[in-house]
């Protein structure tokens, strides 16, 4: 199979070699987070997937974004935008949920962090685990 230039391909295309570059997010463990379990975190997340979508010309971004606060939780409905950066037009979206808990003014931005966090480890098919042999 002959591989097209990179400015030829579609963002599925860029995305399935994004895709090749991650295959893994280790979880944090309890001592970092403060949390009774291991859990994969937004900043884990992002640090894995963003450097191999920006070396296959995607850049992401929330869209379409809707919310509601309910005392001190916010839920927020939102799509993931997932563009081609040498063709605009070209991009699909992820929809996602997240949910924010805070005594301040920080659920809002939980909310997101969590809705963009798993709309990029879904699009990504990305693995997540205990394991840190298979962090790659």
Same mark, same amino acid.
């Given at each position: 199979?002959? &591989?097209?230039?990179? =400015?030829?391909?579609?963002?599925? @295309?860029?995305?399935?070699?994004?895709? &090749?570059?991650?295959?893994?997010? @280790?979880?944090?463990?309890?001592?970092?987070?403060?949390?009774?379990? !291991?859990?994969?975190?937004? #900043? +884990?997340?992002? +640090?894995?997937?963003?450097?191999? $979508? $920006?070396? =296959?010309?995607?850049?992401?971004?929330?869209?379409?974004?809707?919310?509601?606060?309910?005392? !001190?939780?916010? &839920?927020?409905?939102?799509?993931?935008?997932?563009?081609?950066?040498?063709?605009?037009? #070209?991009?699909? =979206?992820?929809?996602? $949920?997240?949910?924010?808990? #805070?005594? @301040? #003014?920080?659920?809002?931005?939980?909310a997101v962090s969590y809705a963009v966090k798993y709309a990029l480890l879904k699009a990504?098919?990305? &693995?997540?685990?205990?394991?840190?042999?298979?962090?790659?």
């Open positions: 199979m002959t &591989e097209q230039p990179a =400015e030829t391909r579609n963002v599925y @295309q860029r995305l399935a070699a994004a895709m &090749e570059q991650v295959k893994y997010v @280790q979880k944090s463990d309890t001592k970092s987070t403060g949390l009774k379990y !291991n859990v994969v975190t937004h #900043d +884990a997340v992002t +640090a894995k997937v963003r450097p191999a $979508l $920006l070396a =296959e010309g995607v850049v992401y971004h929330p869209h379409k974004m809707d919310y509601t606060q309910n005392g !001190n939780r916010t &839920e927020v409905f939102l799509m993931v935008r997932f563009v081609n950066i040498d063709n605009p037009d #070209d991009a699909f =979206e992820i929809p996602s $949920l997240g949910y924010g808990v #805070d005594s @301040q #003014d920080k659920g809002p931005g939980k990504m098919g990305l &693995e997540t685990g205990d394991d840190a042999d298979l962090d790659d």
